[in-house]
T-cell receptor, first 111, second 113 residues
Framework: EAQVTQNPRYLITVTGKKLTVTCSQN?????MSWYRQDPGLGLRQIYY???????DKGDVPEGYKVSRKEKRNFPLILESPSPNQTSLYFC??????????FGDGTRLSIL | KQEVTQIPAALSVPEGENLVLNCSFTDSAIYNLQWFRQDPGKGLTSLLL?????REQTSGRLNASLDKSSGRSTLYIAASQPGDSATYLCAGTSMDSSYKLIFGSGTRLLVRP
């Protein structure tokens, strides 16, 4: 089954404790990205990757890092999480000019 | 800079009614426009993608149109069912950033049995 898989689905952690949210897709898509969804602000892009070893900032990249060492994986790294990064996070993937496919989301709570 | 707006924010209709959801965008140089559905606690499910060269796309009871000159897209749902209850999001991409989706704030649809 074609899918985008995120882990974990839920995480409660504390300020400053490094964490990684993994994203994997099995559709051989070149493009992958991360979004966060916040009440009243909607969905905003954090980072994106056009292909392996090619990443770039989206609209809200501060406090996040990403890497694209393999085509199928695009982890989101929070080196020193803060409470304002409490949010619902989505990973997406697609081919050029094709529909973007989204994962089920990761709900992060940072205390 | 592309901005996407969806009106109304919420809509409640009786089962069986045909309905239209509206989406407007500010930059007519839109690359494509995609409609999604989001169920509570779930991710986004892609419904329809309209390329900039197209005017509409259809899938089952859904029909989406794109009018670049007026900066509008509509999602038409025929014969609505309670299972259609969800939040519907439209998102556009621009010619200079064809992979970045700019989302509207969504329309929360409730179809009453």
């Amino acid at each position: 089954e074609a899918q985008v898989t995120q882990n974990p689905r839920y995480l409660i952690t504390v300020t400053g404790k490094k964490l990684t949210v993994t994203c994997s897709q099995n559709m051989n898509h070149e493009y992958m990205s991360w979004y966060r969804q916040d009440p009243g602000l909607g969905l905003r892009q954090i980072y994106y990757s056009m292909n392996v070893e090619v990443t770039d900032k989206g609209d809200v990249p501060e406090g996040y890092k990403v890497s694209r060492k393999e085509k199928r994986n695009f982890p989101l790294i929070l080196e020193s999480p803060s409470p304002n990064q409490t949010s619902l996070y989505f990973c997406a993937s697609s081919r050029s000019n094709q529909p973007q496919h989204f994962g089920d989301g990761t709900r992060l709570s940072i205390l | 800079k592309q901005e996407v707006t969806q009106i109304p924010a919420a809509l409640s209709v009786p089962e069986g009614e045909n309905l239209v959801l509206n989406c407007s965008f500010t930059d007519s140089a839109i690359y494509n426009l995609q409609w999604f559905r989001q169920d509570p606690g779930k991710g986004l499910t892609s419904l329809l993608l309209i390329q900039s060269s197209q005017r509409e796309q259809t899938s089952g009871r859904l029909n989406a149109s794109l009018d670049k000159s007026s900066g509008r897209s509509t999602l038409y749902i025929a014969a609505s069912q309670p299972g259609d209850s969800a939040t519907y999001l439209c998102a556009g991409t621009s010619m200079d950033s064809s992979y970045k989706l700019i989302f509207g704030s969504g329309t929360r649809l409730l179809v009453r049995p």
